[in-house]
Structure formats: structure tokens, C-alpha cells
């Protein structure tokens, strides 16, 4: 099993940035997908959720209306859509999975990880 999450960069305040978390070795259709962050000096927490199974989608408040999940079983791989990026947006982001149906933000319910892509939001 690789996760491997990609897109990361520099942006600027209120800019979108789309992030892509390409799976190998499991078919998105028996998995959820998580999406979480580390910020400097703080820990990593988790931000978005997405069943591969049926879709559906789970966000923090401080993430919600802004950023968006998304899946494509057939490229095996999920998005992360983030628009109106804030500068407390920049963190290493990273994309987890478990082999599960419900979907989490809990870190311990995660099984796989990929390295983590880090988004600078500055102007």
C-alpha cells in the first residue's frame, strides 16, 4: 500500500491550490481517505475525510466551505480543493488511509500514510 499526496506550493492569501493523494496497492472503492495537516510547531490534526465507497465527506470547522474532497476510483486517487487559502492554511499536508467505511479525522484510525506536501499561503 503507497499513498503518495502531491501539489503542494506556494500561494498567495485567498488563492485555491489543489492537492491530488495517487493510491497504490488498494482500491479506493474499499477505503476512506484522510486528509490532515501539521502546521509549524503544532500538531498534525486532521481536516477532511472521504469514504472511497460511497463518497461521502467529512470537514473540520475551519476547513469547511473552503476546501473540497473529491475522488476518482477509476484513477485510483482523491483531491483535496482548497480555495480562499488563509496564511494559518500553510502546513504539511497529509493524505492517510484505512481499509473502512466510516469516515474519520481521528489520526489513529489511519492505517497508511504518504509523505506530506507542504502549502505556503503568503504574500
Known amino acids: 500500500v503507497q499513498l503518495q499526496a502531491s501539489g503542494g506550493g506556494l500561494v498567495q492569501p485567498d488563492g485555491s491550490l489543489r492537492l491530488s493523494c495517487a493510491a497504490s496497492g488498494f482500491s479506493l472503492d474499499d477505503a476512506v481517505i484522510g486528509w490532515f495537516r501539521q502546521a509549524p510547531g503544532k500538531e498534525r490534526v486532521g481536516i477532511a475525510s472521504?469514504?472511497?465507497?460511497?463518497?461521502?465527506?467529512f470537514y473540520v470547522n475551519s476547513v469547511r466551505g473552503r476546501f473540497t474532497v473529491s475522488r476518482d476510483n477509476a484513477k485510483n486517487t482523491v483531491y483535496l480543493q482548497m480555495s480562499s487559502l488563509k496564511p494559518e492554511d500553510t502546513a504539511v499536508y497529509y493524505c492517510?488511509?484505512?481499509?473502512?467505511?466510516?469516515?474519520?479525522?481521528?489520526?489513529?484510525?489511519?492505517?497508511?500514510w504518504g509523505q506530506g506536501t507542504l502549502v505556503t499561503v503568503s504574500s
Open positions: 492517510a488511509a484505512v481499509m473502512a467505511r466510516i469516515i474519520s479525522t481521528m489520526e489513529s484510525t489511519y492505517d497508511y
Open positions: 472521504i469514504s472511497g465507497f460511497d463518497g461521502s465527506t
